[in-house]
């Protein structure tokens, strides 16, 4: 499906408006730093310490720092306007990447830059809680909305649904991290870059599959508590045989795409 001029041309526009786009890439920024602090948490846990390895984990241990409030804030922002960035891709198509070819290659890009989209809303709706003073568990907030869906056949059919669909972005994840497809989106080809792109993008898919595997097993086994989230993942692949080595494995490599963020936020095409 071919972009036209005019809609090539809003995405253009957009992108050349230097104040968004400096915002925009601090999302890739704060992104990075929460990667980094889950990355840390689920270390932590790995040797025995306390801690919510997911986002809200991140938010909190931010909240708690000096400053922390401004740079929740500050995340808010970033977050909100690489959401509005992401929902002009999906609308216009990007600027600066050529259109796919074929309508159906041109329909999946558009429908990964909503997605991308939805993932920093709700990354900005989590900074809004804490910086205001709130903040809730994400693993909390899973269990809840599992627990309420499996009260009817139509919500535990949802479910399932959204097991698979979580189940194909980790499989999505692991796929471009071990062929290096996330290059394209880059305007360097370092192999710093190579190694953390490929280290993180295969840790956080398997993370994310393990998400979509609880969901599923929540359903089956009548036990909305097993759709835990991503600390629940991570806590499940560290009850494992080899338990504390898979965590420290995951811990590493989503401490590594929280890495790769930093050389999206300088190198991405936007």
């Known amino acids: 499906m071919a972009i036209s001029n005019t809609s090539t041309g809003s995405a253009s526009r957009i992108a050349q408006n230097r104040t968004f786009e400096q915002f925009a890439r601090a999302g890739y920024v704060m992104s990075g730093v929460v990667h980094l602090l889950i990355g840390y948490i689920a270390l932590r846990v790995a040797f025995g310490s306390g801690g919510t390895a997911d986002q809200s984990g991140a938010m909190a241990q931010i909240a708690a720092a000096p400053g922390g409030k401004f740079v929740l804030w500050f995340a808010v922002v970033a977050f909100v306007l690489m959401a509005l960035w992401r929902l002009a891709e999906a609308a216009f198509g990007s600027a600066n990447k050529p259109d796919k070819n074929s309508a159906e290659g041109e329909a999946f890009r558009r429908v990964k830059a909503l997605a991308t989209a939805v993932v920093y809303a709700a990354l900005a709706l989590t900074a809004f809680s804490f910086a205001r003073g709130g903040g809730n568990s994400s693993s909390g907030q899973s269990k809840g909305t599992t627990a309420k869906l499996m009260e009817s056949t139509g919500g535990q059919a949802a479910l399932i649904i959204a097991a698979l669909v979580v189940l194909g972005v980790g499989g999505y994840y692991v796929h471009k991290g071990v062929t290096k497809k996330f290059l394209e989106d880059l305007d360097t080809n370092s192999q710093l870059a190579k190694r953390l792109g490929t280290a993180g ?41 080899f338990g504390q080595v898979l965590l420290v494995l995951a811990a590493i490599g989503i401490a590594a795409y929280g890495l790769f963020n930093f050389f999206q936020a300088r190198h991405a095409k936007m």
């Open 201 to 241: 993008y295969v840790a956080k898919g398997v993370a994310i599959g393990v998400i979509g595997a609880l969901i599923a097993w929540a359903v089956f086994d009548h036990d909305p508590s097993k759709a835990a989230g991503l600390d629940g993942a991570l806590k499940t692949l560290g009850a494992q045989p």
